[in-house]
């Protein structure tokens, strides 16, 4: 699959006077499991909504699945959703939410959902809303994947779990992802979920977004960001002097100073410098504290500004 | 057997999936899943990319011989089940494990080891292994316990490999391999 | 933790079927058997009431009520069923204003407040055509409900129209009959799913949608109702008992000379007619005064009820098409 599962174009919301995001321009591809991280009120759950229709953009465009329009049958058929806090009807039993999305969909498997329940030993015929906050989620999450989607969307489906929770709840995602198709390629649902805990994303996510005051900051596949930013340690007192490469974030103590810059492992290292890998934990730190900077593919999109300093 | 109890930070381990017919406490229905002798785990803390974690545990089960020849390696699928990791990491691991020529992908059937690195023979690992239980059968006489095993052996280790070839880290290569060193 | 079962691989669909719209039926019940189920019990129990005392009101005016003005009839009819009758017609007013409010307003609005709606509106169907279809099946579920009471209704008040004790055009009683009782229903219902849309808060809808239609009814019955057609000018003073004299007043000399009400009247009926056994329109033409009504006469009466269930079909109608454009179009 080569197509784009959710591409936007200068998208921009506004609430009132308040753009809740502006100048969004990514394309997210189809097979990756794409991660969409940043502060609360960065925008991640606007630009959601934008994607599966239940928001209209105030300016520029977004367009799902390879071309459709959002919200039209043809993207309403291949998109799940999973929003924040998973609503289910608190009233009507698993199995009756079984039987509710069978009929608003074309396509719902059935066997599917009843057997994965039962893995779960979620009670078919209790109450959604007397299961635990681990067991709506994961009904839910069964729910959208009974849709055999081609994307499944999730807005911060893990915050409100315990850690077991949350592990089984990722797992599930995942090995939806993994779908086979034959060695080396993955057929399964692409999968853009939202988060503010940036633990385990690196785990989890070979894509990512960086949203920051309703700005796209960062968005690329996780190995090339990774591969293309190192962490240069070195004197202090030769922190400004540094320009070999754009320097993303620095922090600094008495002596030493660490400069997060976009290289890449054979770019040359300045003698007395050290440079490690970094992981996408710290990365991500890092451009959040830097609102100016930004990695975004492709020419001409990256900015690159000066980043201001951090005291230790 | 477990022979890793958490050794170290950076040691990662494998542990059988029991003689027993590969059922393991974990899983909930209780059913056999694997058709895999091996079962993979997953140090968050370590540092130490995912898909690299994979490979050394692989190579690891290889050398000690839980893995042997035509063995398949766990499903993609099962590997992202259990560790909740990306699919994408898995088949990275695998694809290097190819590259390596220690393994083969059949489509449609898995992935299958199709070279061994263990370079001891089997009558020599008996030997070995009988050797080393009277060592331990010593040590507990003298008074040991088992984390005392575990700790004299590791540093032991550690000094062995010194002695032999020096310190073996390397400035940050992200591909480096800290396998040996705990 | 195992998660071996997975949904099987999405095939390529050549055409996009729509979703069939009948698969709301069930979705429709399954969500509102509440709301229907109180509605069901509420004309239930109604009902069972109506036909209960219905029965023994038939009966007694079959035994007492020949002739139909005689002072046995009065005793054993009209004086003993005079006050329930009255209180059930007042009771009945409130009834589609209360269905209205508690089946249509939390459609919409319950499904807001609670967040569902970020489930149903990215479902396959979509959002507008679930919208409507269940505005529609509920829709029509509610009024045909609301019809078949009424019919029981109107059996019950036969009676009392026989006897003279009431008449068809009664403010009242107008708007419980047949057509129009299942118009009013339905007319509450689309006011309240309108404003569940709009408040998209469960309560506030409920107030809203009930003082909407409270607003409506009395405009109705107080102002717009005898306008339907022209009322008929007429100073006979033998209209029969069935006509609906709409406004009425006295002239002398070709002028006006009193309303039907106020104390112009009063004084002159006190120094005219304060010994007489005449009515008082008999009672001022003696005197020379000209009683003049206008009035719809009672043959008027069913294409009266067509009107009213007329207007607020297409009313309701309207209510819907925009709730369900506002629907379609506004954002989360």
Redesign the interface.
């Known amino acids: 699959m080569s197509m784009n599962v959710i591409e936007a174009t200068g998208l921009g919301k506004r609430y009132g006077s308040t753009w809740a995001l502006r100048e969004c321009t990514l394309a997210i591809p189809a097979g990756h499991v794409a991660a969409l991280v940043g502060p609360n009120g960065a925008g991640k759950t606007t630009l959601l909504?934008l994607a599966?229709?239940?928001?209209?953009p105030s300016a520029g465009g977004v367009t799902v699945l390879g071309g459709l329009p959002p919200?039209s049958?043809?993207a309403?058929?291949g998109?799940?959703?999973v929003?924040q806090?998973t609503?289910?009807?608190?009233n009507?039993s698993a199995a009756?939410m079984l039987?509710?999305?069978r009929?608003?969909?074309?396509?719902f498997?059935q066997r599917?959902a009843e057997?994965?329940l039962a893995?779960l030993g979620i009670p078919l015929n209790r109450k959604a809303g007397k299961l635990s906050g681990g067991q709506q989620a994961q009904l839910?999450l069964t729910l959208a994947?009974?849709?055999?989607?081609?994307l499944l969307v999730l807005d911060e489906p893990v915050a409100m779990l315990d850690p077991v929770a949350r592990?089984?709840f990722m797992?599930?995602v995942l090995?939806?992802a993994a779908?086979e198709?034959g060695e080396g390629e993955l057929?399964?649902v692409s999968v853009v979920l939202s988060s503010h805990v940036l633990t385990e994303l690196e785990r989890v996510a070979d894509y990512l977004i960086l949203l920051s005051q309703g700005r796209v900051q960062v968005a690329g596949e996780v190995d090339d960001l990774l591969a293309s930013h190192r962490m240069l340690t070195g004197p202090a007192a030769e922190a400004d002097k540094y320009a070999e490469r754009p320097v993303v974030h620095v922090r600094r103590g008495e002596a030493q100073a660490h400069l997060l810059v976009r290289a890449t492992a054979d770019d040359p290292v300045p003698p007395g410098w050290e440079a490690h890998p970094v992981g996408l934990e710290e990365l991500t730190l890092a451009y959040l504290r830097e609102p100016g900077a930004a990695a975004l593919p492709g020419p001409g999109r990256g900015r690159h500004t000066q980043p201001s300093e951090v005291t230790q | 057997m477990d022979i890793d109890k958490g050794i170290g930070k950076g040691r990662v381990g494998v542990s059988p999936a029991g003689a027993g017919g590969g059922d393991r406490s974990?899983?909930?229905?209780g059913?056999a899943?694997a058709a895999s002798p091996i079962e993979f785990r997953l140090d968050a803390a370590s540092g130490v990319p995912t898909y690299l974690q994979l490979v050394h545990q692989v190579e690891h089960a290889l050398r000690l011989g839980y893995l042997k020849l035509g063995d398949q390696l766990p499903k993609v699928?099962?590997v992202v089940?259990?560790l909740a990791i990306n699919p994408n990491t898995v088949l990275k691991a695998y694809k290097e494990l190819e590259t390596k020529g220690l393994t083969a992908g059949r489509p449609g059937q898995g992935t299958f080891i199709q070279a061994t690195l263990s370079q001891v023979a089997l009558p020599e690992l008996t030997a070995l292994r009988r050797s080393l239980l009277g060592w331990l059968g010593t040590a507990d006489g003298a008074g040991l316990d088992e984390d005392g095993m575990v700790a004299l052996f590791t540093s032991a280790l550690r000094d062995f490999y010194e002695r032999r070839s020096g310190s073996r880290t390397r400035g940050g290569a992200a591909s480096g391999e800290t396998e040996g060193v705990a | 933790?195992?998660?071996?079962?997975?949904?099987?691989?999405?095939k390529h669909?050549a055409g996009?079927?729509?979703?069939p719209w009948r698969?709301?039926a069930?979705?429709t019940w399954?969500?509102h058997r509440a709301a229907l189920g109180g509605v069901a019990a509420l004309l239930g129990a109604l009902a069972v009431y109506l036909w209960l005392t219905g029965l023994q009101i038939h009966h007694s005016y079959a035994t007492a009520c020949h002739p139909a003005s005689s002072i046995a009839c009065t005793i054993n009819f009209t004086g003993r069923y005079a006050t329930s009758v009255n209180v059930v017609r007042v009771f009945l007013q409130a009834v589609p204003a209360l269905i209205g409010a508690f089946a249509g307003a939390p459609l919409l609005a319950r499904e807001l407040e609670?967040?569902?709606f970020?489930?149903?509106?990215?479902?396959?169907?979509?959002?507008w055509r679930?919208t409507l279809a269940k505005l529609v099946l509920l829709a029509v579920v509610v009024a045909a409900a609301a019809g078949a009471f009424s019919v029981l209704f109107s059996w019950y008040l036969r009676p009392f129209f026989a006897a003279g004790y009431a008449i068809p055009f009664a403010t009242d009683v107008f708007d419980l009959r047949e057509v129009a009782f299942a118009a009013w229903t339905l007319a509450a219902f689309a006011i309240g799913a309108l404003a569940g849309m709009l408040i998209r808060r469960v309560v506030p809808a409920i107030a809203a949608t009930l003082t909407a239609y409270a607003g409506l009814a009395l405009a109705t019955a107080l102002y717009l109702r005898q306008h339907y057609m022209t009322p008929l000018l007429t100073s006979k003073l033998n209209l029969p008992g069935s006509a609906w004299i709409v406004s009425q007043w006295y002239t002398k000399g070709g002028k006006f000379a009193l309303p039907a009400r106020g104390s112009q009247i009063v004084n002159a009926l006190q120094h005219f007619c304060s010994s007489s056994r005449l009515s008082p329109a008999q009672c001022l033409s003696q005197h020379g005064y000209t009683w003049w009504a206008r009035y719809q006469p009672g043959s008027r009466f069913w294409p009266f009820q067509w009107i009213e269930g007329g207007w607020l079909l297409a009313l309701s109608v309207l209510l819907i098409a925009a709730t369900v454009w506002l629907v379609r179009r506004r954002?989360?």
């Open positions: 909504n599966v229709g239940l928001a209209e919200g049958p043809a309403l058929d998109i799940a959703f929003a806090d609503p289910v009807y608190k009507l009756d039987h509710l999305t009929n608003l969909n074309r396509r498997d599917y057997a994965r893995e839910a994947l009974a849709r055999r989607p081609r592990h089984d797992a599930t090995a939806a779908a198709k057929g399964g | 974990t899983a909930p229905s059913r899943t699928r099962d089940a259990s | 933790m195992t998660a071996l079962t997975m949904p099987a691989r999405p669909d996009l079927r729509p979703v698969r709301m069930w979705v399954r969500q609670t967040g569902t970020r489930f149903a509106w990215t479902q396959g169907i979509g959002r679930w954002a989360a």
